[in-house]
């Protein structure tokens, strides 16, 4: 069984925590800094398990971690689970996020939490492995998005476009768009939040 | 009226949602705290409203606030409020909601279950998906017993998805609500055969789960797991049902010897490392629970499986496969040494030290040498310090089974640096030179170098550093001074100024050593009938260097170091008289210290008429206060305690060698200004002696008497016993190895010594815990021969 899944930055900040077993929420955090201290000290070589820490179950479960770029994707498991298993399962899970969100980056972890916890929710379900072949994750997300954006329909027009705006960062557009011969200069616009 | 509700729309249009919110926590850094309870407030505005859009927006946001650390669970209503929207998408946020922050006391959980059990029978599947999954998080064993019969019947679903999911979350319903695992154990059997592989995935892991909580009741599907296992192409199954074989073997032999050829099949057809290592644990686990050797059969795997082993985490596991065979089949494992060696080198400092583990297991008398020397050369080698502490510890366990090569390699693990294990490593070589007899020469003329080179080690003062092993260096120059080639050599290294800048401990042991050295030097050189200036400038080289130690802020080195210098002045004196004092010298520190096994006091016998358990003194009244009655049994129980731990201090000595220690620790006594003498007619004995004696004492006249109550001691005496228990207690470690046998008619007297020549009485840091000790056989007379008893 899967006791936790974290994800957290090179600094120790959350970026996504789902505990299967109740702890309080101080206890989540203190875990989540003593997974952090954990997992941060290992050199980049060397295996990829190690003992989970004291509040978490101590020597009786493992930390699976991979290391990808800024981020820590961290399975604590107990001994039934293949710890070689659970690594292929981060990697599954790793992809299908980029699949969703297309080259997935932390950005996207950080804004998106919830799209993530859905896609996570496909794939672990009460500390137990449901499904672990991408396709079928991706098929089953998407139905889920499709029947969200049909609900909010035309009344969830506006609050979109809100959104959109306020998520258009017009600093950071190119000043100059080539396309083939045509060059269009773009004005500097004042972001407004 | 209406502007209300124009108003109250455009307001929700500027209702921060998810993003905005966490955008603006980035920008608020240096105020977090202060704007998070501003959101807060917000939100709380946001539930009291009735539209169930704006309350999802709101439950979303609680959501992420919870995984920053906030508690949220006074909106725990609002979140059942959000779960019974008929909307998925609302319903979605609520039921996540409730699966981060919803526990067994949560109270309002009560009232979902009909709200579950409407989504359970949703026509759309994925309310019921939703539903499912939220609830295998906080379901409580009351939602389980009120849900199960409608979970079992999901199980039958058409949709595949909903099966999956149903199946998957029985196992948590059992784990809450037992007795629903009866009349759904069927239907659970049957989705091992369902035609989708996802349901037949969930159905697997579900009974594996159980089984390993409860193998005794699963062995019945052993047959159907193992066609499940031949059929299978999906690795997880294979992976969870091997895993469950493992658990079964122990319980089922038989099935052990059929699982051994489909597991070899699988080991060499896979491509999957994760289900590779899975089957060679597993053959692994049936062959050791088989035991009928088949040794080769292991050997022949392991090789397979090293040859795979490019990536760390496979050598890793590798590894850790290997140590569990070693513990019942050493033989197969030894012919790996070489790989095991080599992973040593590897990059990995966890898999170094399960390599390090496994070679320490792996150690035999004909291979320790080769091992040790491999291991001496990485040490070199290595970097990294808890490593390189393993490796030592290691080496030093491995070595303390061949005495001869260790004192060398302990000398040679001296030079290294930066080791925390100086201290280990002190002990040991004082344990080898004590014991063994036959290589206290060998180790004597090594420490003499290390004495020589002392000012290599000298820059590392760190507690425990390498610079401990001085400690024991000095003390074995000291001890077995007769082995020395060179005794003046070795004194004039042990007084060097450079000494000071070791720590107090050490430099206690190498003056007083120097004591003992001075005896063996001034011995041979008044052996020889050539000049006495010889042995003169002996002693005016520890006049000249001793005073550096007088000064020194600690106080044992200060004590000692004073009363040597005055003994050797006076020494001198009698030197430029001629006399020959060699012999009294050396009769400081005459006898020989022997190892006492820790269980020796226990066979000392109780002499008759002393009652251990009887108070010495009147018990206090009960019209003492507490705290008077306390301290005084306090003291009287330490003071009991003392007397003891005093009694047996014995050595098998004859009489006329206690004749002398006794002239002598009275001599002792008289050089002591703080000792209270117990009638001043003995005295007059002390004047017999001859030499020491006549140094001038000088005698404090106390009006107050320093006597602890009831007990015939000095108060200077428990005091000097509370120092050194409390350095015995820093010191365990050397205690363990030091035992040395004292004399009982000594025991508490020299206790009362302040220090400086108590010649048995070597160091307090020597002492062991003399509870522990083991008498040796004879040592009856000298209770009764010590008159002050």
Same mark, same amino acid.
């Given at each position: 069984?899967?006791?936790?899944?974290?994800?957290?930055?090179? @600094?120790?900040?959350?970026?996504?925590?789902?505990?299967?077993?109740?702890?309080?929420?101080?206890?989540?955090?203190?875990?989540?800094?003593?997974?952090? @201290?954990?997992?941060?000290?290992?050199?980049?070589?060397?295996?990829?398990?190690?003992?989970?820490?004291?509040?978490?179950?101590?020597?009786?479960?493992?930390?699976?971690?991979? @290391?990808?770029?800024?981020?820590?994707?961290?399975?604590?498991?107990?001994?039934?689970?293949?710890?070689?298993?659970?690594?292929?399962?981060?990697?599954?899970?790793?992809?299908?996020?980029?699949?969703?969100?297309?080259?997935?980056?932390?950005?996207?972890?950080?804004?998106?939490?919830?799209?993530? @916890?859905?896609?996570?929710?496909?794939?672990?379900?009460?500390?137990?492995?449901?499904?672990?072949?991408?396709?079928?994750?991706?098929?089953?997300?998407?139905?889920?998005?499709?029947?969200?954006?049909?609900?909010?329909?035309?009344?969830?027009? $506006?609050?979109?476009?809100?959104?959109?705006?306020?998520?258009?960062?017009?600093?950071?557009? $190119?000043?100059?768009?080539?396309?083939?011969?045509?060059?269009?200069?773009? $004005?500097?616009?004042?972001?407004?939040? | 009226? /209406?502007?209300?509700?124009?108003?109250?729309?455009?307001?929700?249009?500027?209702?921060?949602?998810?993003?905005?919110?966490?955008?603006?926590?980035?920008?608020?850094?240096?105020?977090?705290?202060?704007?998070?309870?501003?959101?807060?407030?917000?939100?709380? %505005?946001?539930?009291?409203?009735?539209?169930?859009?704006?309350?999802?927006?709101?439950?979303?946001?609680?959501?992420?606030?919870?995984?920053?650390?906030?508690?949220?669970?006074?909106?725990?209503?609002?979140?059942?409020?959000?779960?019974?929207?008929?909307?998925?998408?609302?319903?979605?946020?609520?039921?996540?909601? !409730?699966?981060?922050?919803?526990?067994?006391?949560?109270?309002?959980?009560?009232?979902?279950?009909?709200?579950?059990?409407?989504?359970?029978?949703?026509?759309?599947?994925?309310?019921?998906?939703?539903?499912?999954?939220?609830?295998?998080?906080?379901?409580?064993?009351?939602?389980?017993?009120?849900?199960?019969?409608?979970?079992?019947?999901?199980?039958?679903?058409?949709?595949?998805?909903?099966?999956?999911?149903?199946?998957?979350?029985?196992?948590?319903?059992?784990?809450?609500?037992?007795?629903?695992?009866?009349?759904?154990?069927?239907?659970?059997?049957?989705?091992?055969?369902?035609?989708?592989?996802?349901?037949?995935?969930?159905?697997?892991?579900?009974?594996?789960?159980?089984?390993?909580?409860?193998?005794?009741?699963?062995?019945?599907?052993?047959?159907?797991?193992?066609?499940?296992?031949?059929?299978?192409?999906?690795?997880?199954?294979?992976?969870?049902?091997?895993?469950?074989?493992?658990?079964?073997?122990?319980?089922?032999?038989?099935?052990?010897?059929?699982?051994?050829?489909?597991?070899?099949?699988?080991?060499?057809?896979?491509?999957?490392?994760?289900?590779?290592?899975?089957?060679?644990?597993?053959?692994?686990?049936?062959?050791?629970?088989?035991?009928?050797?088949?040794?080769?059969?292991?050997?022949?795997?392991?090789?397979?499986?090293?040859?795979?082993?490019?990536?760390?985490?496979?050598?890793?596991?590798?590894?850790?496969?290997?140590?569990?065979?070693?513990?019942?089949?050493?033989?197969?494992?030894?012919?790996?040494?070489?790989?095991?060696?080599?992973?040593?080198?590897?990059?990995?400092?966890?898999?170094?030290?399960?390599?390090?583990?496994?070679?320490?297991?792996?150690?035999?008398?004909?291979?320790?040498?080769?091992?040790?020397?491999?291991?001496?050369?990485?040490?070199?080698?290595?970097?990294?310090?808890?490593?390189?502490?393993?490796?030592?510890?290691?080496?030093?366990?491995?070595?303390?089974?061949?005495?001869?090569?260790?004192?060398?390699?302990?000398?040679?693990?001296?030079?290294?640096?930066?080791?925390?294990?100086?201290?280990?490593?002190?002990?040991?070589?004082?344990?080898?030179?004590?014991?063994?007899?036959?290589?206290?020469?060998? /180790?004597?003329?090594?420490?003499?170098?290390?004495?020589?080179? !002392?000012?290599?080690?000298?820059?590392?003062?760190?507690?425990?550093?390498?610079?401990?092993?001085?400690?024991?260096? /000095?003390?074995?120059?000291?001890?077995?001074?007769?082995?020395?080639?060179?005794?003046?050599?070795?004194?004039? !290294?042990?007084?060097?100024?450079?000494?000071?800048?070791?720590?107090?401990?050490?430099?206690? *042991?190498?003056?007083?050593?120097?004591?003992?050295?001075?005896?063996?030097?001034?011995?041979?050189?008044?052996?020889?009938?050539?000049?006495?200036?010889? !042995?003169?400038?002996?002693?005016?080289?520890?006049?000249?260097?001793?005073?550096?130690?007088?000064?020194?802020?600690?106080?044992? *080195?200060? +004590?000692?170091?004073?009363?040597?210098? %005055?003994?050797?002045?006076?020494?001198?004196?009698?030197?430029?008289?001629?006399?020959?004092?060699?012999?009294?010298?050396?009769?400081?520190?005459?006898?020989?210290?022997?190892?006492?096994?820790?269980?020796?006091?226990?066979?000392?016998?109780?002499?008759?008429?002393?009652?251990?358990?009887?108070?010495?003194?009147?018990?206090?009244?009960?019209?003492?206060?507490?705290?008077?009655?306390?301290?005084?049994?306090?003291?009287?129980?330490? /003071?009991?305690?003392?007397?003891?731990?005093?009694?047996?201090?014995?050595?098998?000595?004859?009489?006329?060698?206690?004749?002398?220690?006794?002239?002598?620790?009275?001599?002792?006594?008289?050089?002591?200004?703080?000792?209270?003498?117990?009638?001043?007619?003995?005295?007059?004995?002390?004047?017999?002696?001859?030499?020491?004696?006549?140094?001038?004492?000088?005698?404090?006249?106390?009006?107050?008497?320093?006597? *602890?109550?009831?007990?015939?001691?000095?108060?200077?005496?428990?005091?000097?016993?509370?120092?050194?228990?409390?350095?015995?207690?820093?010191?365990?470690?050397?205690?363990?190895?030091?035992?040395?046998? +004292?004399?009982?008619?000594?025991?508490?007297?020299?206790?009362?010594?302040?220090?400086?020549?108590?010649?048995?009485?070597?160091?307090?840091?020597?002492?062991?815990?003399?509870?522990?000790?083991?008498?040796?056989?004879?040592?009856?007379?000298?209770?009764?021969?010590?008159?002050?008893?």
């Amino acid at each position: 069984m899967i006791k936790a899944i974290l994800i957290f930055n090179n @600094h120790g900040k959350p970026r996504l925590s789902k505990f299967y077993e109740h702890y309080s929420e101080d206890t989540e955090q203190q875990i989540i800094r003593e997974t952090f @201290h954990l997992v941060s000290k290992r050199d980049e070589n060397v295996c990829n398990f190690l003992e989970g820490g004291m509040l978490i179950g101590g020597s009786e479960n493992k930390l699976i971690y991979r @290391h990808y770029a800024t981020l820590y994707f961290v399975f604590c498991v107990d001994s039934s689970e293949s710890e070689l298993g659970i690594l292929g399962l981060i990697q599954v899970f790793v992809e299908t996020l980029d699949k969703c969100f297309e080259n997935v980056c932390e950005l996207d972890l950080i804004f998106h939490v919830d799209k993530v @916890h859905n896609i996570l929710a496909e794939m672990v379900m009460g500390g137990m492995v449901l499904e672990t072949n991408m396709n079928e994750i991706i098929t089953q997300v998407d139905a889920q998005n499709k029947m969200e954006k049909s609900e909010a329909g035309i009344a969830g027009a $506006p609050a979109r476009a809100v959104s959109a705006v306020k998520n258009m960062n017009l600093p950071e557009m $190119p000043r100059n768009i080539n396309i083939g011969d045509i060059s269009i200069k773009v $004005p500097n616009l004042p972001s407004f939040k | 009226m /209406a502007l209300k509700i124009v108003k109250g729309s455009i307001d929700r249009m500027f209702d921060k949602n998810l993003q905005d919110l966490v955008r603006g926590i980035r920008n608020h850094k240096e105020d977090e705290a202060k704007y998070i309870s501003t959101c807060i407030d917000e939100i709380k %505005q946001e539930l009291k409203q009735d539209n169930i859009a704006v309350k999802a927006n709101a439950v979303c946001k609680l959501t992420y606030l919870q995984m920053l650390g906030y508690d949220v669970s006074w909106a725990a209503f609002n979140i059942v409020e959000v779960m019974s929207s008929s909307k998925f998408t609302y319903k979605r946020i609520g039921y996540l909601a !409730a699966s981060q922050c919803f526990h067994e006391s949560t109270d309002v959980i009560m009232l979902t279950t009909n709200q579950i059990r409407k989504d359970l029978s949703s026509p759309n599947q994925y309310d019921t998906g939703v539903a499912l999954t939220g609830l295998s998080c906080f379901v409580t064993p009351d939602l389980a017993r009120d849900l199960a019969n409608d979970i079992m019947t999901l199980m039958s679903h058409t949709k595949p998805y909903i099966r999956k999911k149903a199946v998957l979350i029985m196992y948590k319903v059992f784990l809450k609500y037992p007795e629903s695992l009866r009349p759904a154990f069927p239907r659970l059997k049957e989705k091992l055969e369902d035609p989708d592989p996802g349901v037949q995935s969930a159905a697997v892991n579900v009974i594996c789960e159980l089984a390993r909580r409860n193998p005794k009741n699963y062995l019945s599907l052993a047959p159907l797991f193992f066609k499940l296992m031949t059929s299978s192409t999906n690795n997880w199954v294979l992976i969870k049902i091997i895993k469950l074989f493992g658990a079964l073997t122990p319980l089922e032999p038989r099935l052990g010897k059929k699982l051994i050829e489909p597991l070899t099949n699988l080991i060499h057809s896979t491509s999957a490392m994760s289900l590779l290592y899975e089957c060679v644990n597993t053959v692994i686990a049936v062959l050791i629970s088989l035991s009928s050797g088949m040794p080769n059969h292991s050997a022949s795997i392991q090789v397979s499986f090293s040859r795979h082993a490019h990536t760390f985490s496979l050598k890793y596991l590798g590894l850790l496969a290997m140590s569990k065979i070693l513990k019942t089949h050493p033989k197969s494992v030894q012919s790996h040494k070489d790989l095991i060696l080599q992973c040593l080198d590897d990059k990995d400092e966890s898999i170094r030290l399960r390599a390090l583990d496994l070679l320490y297991g792996m150690v035999s008398k004909k291979n320790l040498m080769e091992i040790v020397k491999k291991l001496m050369l990485h040490v070199d080698k290595a970097e990294g310090t808890t490593y390189r502490d393993e490796l030592l510890t290691k080496i030093i366990d491995i070595c303390s089974q061949s005495n001869y090569q260790y004192i060398s390699i302990l000398v040679e693990l001296t030079r290294l640096e930066g080791t925390r294990h100086g201290h280990l490593i002190a002990s040991q070589m004082l344990d080898v030179a004590i014991r063994v007899k036959a290589i206290r020469a060998f /180790a004597v003329a090594q420490m003499a170098t290390l004495l020589d080179n !002392a000012h290599l080690l000298t820059g590392n003062t760190q507690r425990n550093g390498i610079c401990e092993v001085l400690y024991a260096a /000095a003390w074995i120059c000291g001890e077995f001074s007769e082995h020395l080639e060179e005794p003046m050599a070795t004194l004039e !290294a042990m007084l060097r100024p450079k000494v000071a800048t070791l720590p107090g401990h050490i430099q206690a *042991v190498y003056v007083q050593n120097a004591a003992k050295l001075f005896a063996t030097v001034l011995r041979g050189q008044e052996g020889a009938p050539a000049d006495s200036t010889v !042995a003169q400038e002996t002693s005016q080289l520890l006049i000249d260097r001793l005073p550096l130690f007088v000064q020194s802020s600690n106080l044992e *080195v200060q +004590e000692r170091a004073s009363c040597i210098l %005055q003994l050797v002045k006076y020494i001198q004196k009698l030197q430029q008289k001629d006399v020959e004092v060699a012999e009294e010298v050396t009769a400081l520190f005459a006898g020989e210290l022997n190892p006492v096994a820790p269980k020796a006091q226990k066979k000392v016998p109780v002499p008759e008429g002393l009652d251990l358990d009887v108070w010495i003194n009147e018990p206090p009244s009960g019209s003492e206060s507490e705290d008077e009655g306390r301290k005084s049994k306090g003291k009287a129980v330490f /003071a009991k305690d003392e007397s003891r731990h005093t009694k047996p201090r014995y050595t098998e000595v004859d009489e006329k060698e206690l004749a002398k220690r006794r002239e002598v620790r009275k001599a002792e006594q008289a050089n002591n200004p703080f000792y209270i003498k117990a009638s001043p007619s003995s005295q007059k004995v002390y004047q017999d002696g001859v030499g020491v004696e006549h140094i001038p004492v000088v005698q404090i006249d106390l009006s107050v008497p320093l006597k *602890v109550p009831g007990m015939p001691m000095s108060d200077q005496y428990v005091k000097l016993e509370e120092e050194r228990r409390e350095r015995n207690k820093a010191d365990k470690k050397k205690k363990k190895d030091k035992k040395k046998r +004292e004399k009982g008619e000594k025991g508490r007297r020299r206790r009362g010594d302040s220090g400086p020549e108590s010649e048995e009485d070597i160091t307090p840091a020597h002492m062991v815990d003399i509870v522990t000790e083991e008498m040796p056989e004879s040592r009856d007379n000298h209770i009764r021969s010590d008159p002050d008893l």
